[in-house]
């Protein structure tokens, strides 16, 4: 049973940061993510990072330089560090893999087998 630990979210002013972490997937070829639900909107993905041979990661246009996504395999923890944080970056974030290796996107929700049970993150003005 894979149980995914999320820490690190909390509240700060915009302009801040947060780092986010994810203990629990210790598949050494992995497809993992990082997605987020604000009040009265749907899930939405954030940024993935698929890890077999070599690591790919792909973000949404509106966390694009801003955030990065990121793995330590030797603690099997999954990172995501938000700089220059805004308002409209607060909502429940939660990490995700896949069980199965496949096709790796922020975009398909669906494909995730495992998820976090969510860590709030609150930007202020």
């Known amino acids: 049973q894979v149980q995914l630990v999320e820490s690190g979210g909390g509240s700060v002013q915009a302009g801040g940061s947060l780092r986010l972490s994810c203990a629990g997937y210790a598949n050494s070829r992995k497809c993992m993510g990082w997605f987020r639900q604000a009040p009265g909107k749907e899930r939405e993905g954030v940024a993935v990072i698929a890890i077999d041979r070599s690591v790919a990661t792909a973000y949404a246009d509106s966390v694009k330089g801003r955030f990065t996504i990121s793995q330590d395999n030797a603690k099997n923890t999954l990172y995501l560090q938000m700089n220059s944080l805004t308002p409209e970056d607060t909502a429940v974030y939660y990490c995700?893999?896949?069980?199965?290796?496949?096709?790796?996107?922020?975009?398909?929700?669906?494909?995730?087998?495992?998820w976090g049970q969510g860590t709030q993150v609150t930007v202020s003005s």
């Open positions: 995700a893999a896949r069980a199965i290796w496949g096709r790796c996107s922020y975009l398909f929700t669906d494909d995730y087998d495992y």
